[in-house]
């Protein structure tokens, strides 16, 4: 991975270095350090728009920010890595504009709507996530900008509300009809641990991964090309499921009260697009909760078979794999070692997600490295992570 001037040392520094515009010299006393985490989704894809399960872990590749609060209602910011500058005036209306200032604006939008006081900022944001690659930078960068518009208030609230304003920012500002998983893996996120979300009843817990696996994320090198079409594309064919569906059963009101025998008895009112994309997202929610069940009890050889069978529904079913992601599948699969390998998040693009003995991880990086880019003309990037902690302050001085 570049090394990016990333320490939170560096982050303050550059912070009080900045001009400042008219609000005055920085208070080095009252610079506040926040991270927000990304997330790789172990299992559960595209069922949180559908009241489903999911299972991401939060990861330590993340978003930082150091921030002052300003005396006036202007947000000035600076990006690390480019040195860019972007700055909006909270009380004026901000139209988006596709950057990535839209994900800040957007949540100042959303944390007023929801009531919660915000401040003028000044702040310096660096983050060691590869973007658009499916790992939620974007959730990231909203998570730590609603700790730096909305401060105290956040750190007192439920980690899961802060999570719905973000959502709300991404749905009501960005455009993009995203579920709740990203923003509430990057809010809740907790060490050593994946979460399981009932994105129906909104409870969730942390469910503990085998010590003795390492999590390691495969860049395919394609980017991820999530414009929202194809995304929003396949939530408005699960809501024709659902409507051709309650033909049947009123009592349905999303795909999570569907059932694999229901399906199967009244699948034929639905178009056959339709009746694929509903297909996967049933069996998915069974196999989100038959992974966590396989996890706790060490049962591996299940979890690596429940991988595979989601990748294969998000291939055939979902249809929002691509030949990269198969060949990084496959190539995991033929490494001993690779307990189990699928596509994570939205897909058309972006990551895979790999559980793998200590002792194999080289042998997979070697095979990625021999493979990979004879069969795609890219370069994957091999990214062990580990399952992290929510967004919050950072406040311990570390190492450069
Ligand atoms: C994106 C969305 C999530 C979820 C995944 C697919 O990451 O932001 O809400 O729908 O795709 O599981």
């Known amino acids: 991975m570049s090394r990016i001037p990333f320490a939170t040392t560096d982050l303050r520094a550059a912070l009080l270095g900045q001009p400042t515009g008219g609000g005055g010299p920085i208070d080095a006393d ?11 989704n172990l299992i559960g894809e595209h069922t949180d728009y559908n009241l489903g399960f999911v299972l991401p ?7 930082r920010m150091a921030v002052a609060l300003s005396p006036d209602r202007r947000v000035e910011l600076t990006r690390l890595e480019t040195g860019e500058r972007a700055s909006f005036d909270l009380d004026q209306p901000r139209p988006r504009d596709g950057s990535w ?6 949540v ?15 702040a310096v944001i660096a983050s060691n996530l590869p973007e658009n690659a499916g790992l939620s930078s974007s959730a990231a960068i909203e998570l730590a900008a609603a700790w730096a518009l909305g401060g105290d208030a956040i750190a007192i609230a439920n980690p899961l509300d802060v999570a719905r304003i973000c959502q709300r920012a991404e749905n009501g500002y960005v455009g993009v009809m995203s579920g709740l998983m990203d923003q509430f893996a990057s809010a809740c996120g907790a060490e050593g641990r994946a979460l399981l979300l009932d994105c129906r009843s909104l409870e969730w817990r942390p469910v503990r991964l085998p010590m003795s696996l390492r999590l390691v994320v495969l860049h395919s090198g394609s980017p991820r090309k999530l414009d929202g079409s194809a995304y929003n594309e396949r939530r408005s064919q699960c809501e024709a499921a659902v409507a051709a569906l309650r033909e049947a059963d009123p009592t349905i009101e999303s795909l999570r009260d569907v059932s694999p ?8 009112r639905l178009d056959p697009v ?21 996890l ?26 691509s030949p990269e992601l198969d060949a990084l599948v496959e190539i995991a699969t033929g490494v001993a070692g690779v307990v189990a390998a699928r ?6 693009g972006g990551c895979t997600v790999n559980l793998v003995e200590p002792d194999a991880v080289d042998d997979l990086a070697a095979a990625v490295t021999r493979q990979y880019q004879s069969r795609t003309g890219l370069l994957a990037r091999v990214l062990p992570v580990r399952a992290a902690a929510g967004a919050g302050w950072l406040e311990t001085p570390e190492p450069a």
């Open 108 to 122: 100042a939008w959303a944390l007023a709507e929801a009531g919660i006081p915000t401040s003028g900022i000044r």
């Open 101 to 106: 200032l839209d994900y800040i604006a957007g």
């Open 30 to 40: 009252t610079v506040r350090l926040i991270r927000a985490p990304g997330r790789v």
């Open 57 to 63: 872990a939060a990861i330590d590749l993340e978003v």
């Open 274 to 294: 339709v009746a694929r994309r509903a297909e996967h997202v049933v069996a998915e929610n069974e196999r989100v909760e038959a992974a966590v069940i396989a």
């Open 261 to 268: 025998a229901l399906l199967a008895a009244e699948g034929h």
């Open 343 to 348: 596509m994570t998040g939205a897909g058309f």
């Open 296 to 321: 706790e009890e060490g049962d591996l050889a299940t979890v690596g078979e429940l991988f595979a069978a989601s990748h294969r529904s998000l291939r055939e079913l979902y249809e929002v794999t």
